[in-house]
């Protein structure tokens, strides 16, 4: 029986556009980390389709360190 894999669609993989949108981060933003390396994410063929949720991660977490100690 070869059965087909299917997956079903995943919000937290999105395309650059619609992960702003979802995400309220500047495309720009987002844009320019996809080309320095340091948007979460793969591509698939030459489109690149974010990891929303790591990437919220991510900038909670540069945010959390650049905040100074009280």
């Known amino acids: 029986m070869d059965t087909p894999i299917t997956i079903p669609n995943n919000p937290n993989f999105l395309p650059p556009a619609k992960a ?6 500047p495309e720009n933003a987002i844009r320019r980390m996809i080309k320095q390396g340091t948007c979460p994410g793969f591509y698939s063929g030459n489109r690149f ?3 929303t949720e790591a990437l919220v991660a991510l900038l909670a977490a540069q945010t959390a360190a650049d905040k100074p100690n009280k």
């Open 20 to 25: 702003s949108k979802a995400t309220q981060i």
């Open 49 to 51: 389709t974010v990891n």
